[in-house]
């Protein structure tokens, strides 16, 4: 079977696999605070180290492909109430963990973090960091819209410790950007870029998206063209996600829009063909980098990792996420936190978690999650020889069975390995061992490819 059939084969919904098992077969609605506290200690009893993810929901404008969380505004007044429901989550946390945490990993996701200034900026991570400690090895990132971003933030959030930045560069086509509703421009780019380095940010990220309405080749040979001008150290390269029934923004624009087929299989093709010409490797889903990029050399030593914050160069057990929608995870259980901003301020005023669902993973769970995340970040997978683990790969590797026919993954005993073909459909064999998995769910989920 060629590579244009496959793809027509295995393009369909399955989960990205940000988590497992993934937020729809999780089973706890509004768990407890208690047990959720006492997942964490248990672990901080081994490891202080954690990863600290805060969500900002706050966007000025909507920017319609966009299926995250936000909350569309341009009165500033907000920020600073949120900067204190912030704090007091935070507080919570200190009030009842059993050690002192070390943050070793910072990340500020929305939404847009640069809609909030910069003098709120520093009093939210010197707030966070006046109850509890940095690691002297922290990897602090954000995430930054073009159109939003200033010099004095940068320059304020490099004093603060970040040293990672991903900007959403998405195309440069000026007319695709127009129908996404993405005010921005290409010196807006370059200028973020030129700046970050002179700062001394270690590392800078593109999202580029293909797939994207009225998406053509010759847009991303452009884009791509442009990304060599710039030579960031790593980019997201991913699949646009049409889920109009999700994320009602996305109807501003129909379904005859939006390339799809092998129309978008052609500009997924293009794009990687370019991004391996001009020195980009391919280091795990949808995410490339260059040699000299530290996520690059975390993927050649072993060591990349998968969570709620994507790639990450390092492991840590726990990861505790502030705000409106953030995602909590420790070694054994999940929690997210209420999705409406004013519902998750009042709970956090009334001295409450605002959970509203979470899930709390078994024996099975975990084996697959381990599986999935190693075969996410390094292309391979190994199980113990026991029998749990035994029953769950095998049928596991009798679904992905035609798979292997195909050359997609190796089977060599207890090994798994996803071969270079197989690269492009690795979410599809992650679902092959996904127990929880049905093609009835695919409402849930958005294409492969």
């Not at 369909?12 to 988590?19: A, C, D, G, K």
């Not at 009842?96 to 996701?109: A, M, N, Y």
């Not at 001008?229 to 005859?256: C, I, M, T």
């Amino acid at each position: 079977m060629n590579n244009y059939s496959l793809i027509e084969k295995y393009n369909v919904p399955v989960p990205r696999y940000t988590s497992y098992p993934t937020v729809p077969n999780w089973t706890i609605n509004q768990p407890r605070s208690e047990e959720w506290i006492s997942s964490i200690n248990e672990q901080l009893i081994k490891d202080k180290e954690i990863s600290l993810y805060i969500h900002l929901p706050f966007c000025e404008e909507l920017c319609t492909y966009c299926a995250c969380n936000k909350r569309i505004t341009k009165n500033h007044s907000v920020e600073s109430p949120y900067i204190d429901s912030l704090l007091k989550e935070w507080k919570y946390y200190i009030q009842h963990l059993s050690v002192r945490p070390i943050i070793k990993e910072l990340h500020f996701g929305g939404g847009t973090p640069t809609f909030f200034s910069s003098n709120e900026l520093r009093r939210l991570v010197n707030g966070i960091e006046k109850l509890s400690k940095f690691s002297d090895q922290k990897l602090f990132s954000l995430e930054v819209h073009p159109n939003t971003t200033t010099y004095d933030q940068l320059r304020t959030l490099r004093e603060l410790g970040f040293n990672r930045l991903s900007i959403g560069v998405q195309d440069v086509n000026e007319f695709i950007l127009s129908a996404i509703n993405r005010t921005q421009t290409k010196e807006q780019i370059e200028f973020l870029t030129s700046a970050s380095n002179e700062l001394g940010y270690e590392s800078i990220n593109y999202d580029i998206i293909y797939g994207l309405p009225f998406q053509r080749i010759e847009d991303i040979e452009e884009t791509m063209s442009f990304i060599n001008n710039q030579r960031p150290d790593r980019l997201a390269f991913y699949s646009y996600a049409h889920v109009p029934w999700k994320s009602k923004g996305q109807r501003a624009f129909s379904d005859e829009d939006v390339p799809d087929g092998q129309e978008k299989i052609l500009l997924r093709l293009k794009g990687e063909e370019i991004l391996k010409k001009i020195g980009y490797h391919h280091i795990g889903m949808d995410h490339y980098a260059l040699e000299s990029d530290t996520l690059y050399k975390s993927y050649i030593s072993g060591k990349l990792h998968r969570n709620f914050m994507g790639f990450t160069e390092s492991s840590t057990k726990i990861l505790i996420g502030l705000g409106a929608s953030s995602i909590s995870e420790s070694h054994s259980m999940y929690v997210q936190n209420e999705k409406n901003v004013e519902a998750y301020q009042e709970n956090i005023n009334s001295g409450i978690l605002p959970f509203i669902k979470g899930h709390r993973l078994n024996k099975a769970e975990l084996l697959i999650r381990d599986n999935i995340i190693s075969l996410m970040c390094q292309n391979s997978t190994s199980w113990d020889k026991n029998e749990a683990a035994e029953y769950i790969m095998e049928k596991a590797l009798h679904r992905m069975s035609s798979k292997v026919q195909e050359g997609l993954v190796i089977v060599d005993k207890n090994v798994l390995q996803i071969t270079p073909k197989g690269r492009a459909f690795v979410r599809n064999i992650c679902a092959d061992i996904d127990i929880h998995f049905s093609h009835q769910s695919e409402k849930l989920f958005s294409k492969a490819l």
